[in-house]
């Protein structure tokens, strides 16, 4: 089970976005995370009339390890670290540290 899944928010806490906050569109393989609209880089493309595509300059995300982002906690407004807990009916939840909050429900 994973700390950070596809859907959460995080705050990436080095580099170049640092401090800024986004959604997690992609996981993939070896600890990376696409997060939107962060670690924006900029692709030059060839263009393939066959496909439709137009060529030029394209900017899009690039994955950050997954090392180097942490979940938003909403009700303290803060990047947290992440725990596991199993309930009563013996699902496997996270929480937040620092409040004991479940995060899935």
């Known amino acids: 089970m994973n700390r950070i899944r596809k859907g959460d928010t995080v705050v990436v806490m080095v580099g170049k976005d640092r401090g800024r906050q986004g ?12 997060v939107e609209g962060l670690n924006l880089v900029k692709r030059h493309t060839k263009p393939n009339p066959q496909a439709g595509l137009q060529g030029g300059i394209v900017e899009r995300e690039a994955p950050l390890d997954l090392s180097n982002v942490q979940i938003y906690n ?24 620092s409040n004991k909050e479940v995060i899935d429900i």
């Open 74 to 97: 909403p009700t303290t407004q803060r990047p947290d670290r992440v725990g596991f807990r199993s309930l009563e009916d013996g699902r496997k939840v996270r929480f937040f540290k």
């Open 23 to 34: 959604t997690v569109l992609r996981m993939l393989s070896g600890n990376r995370v696409v």
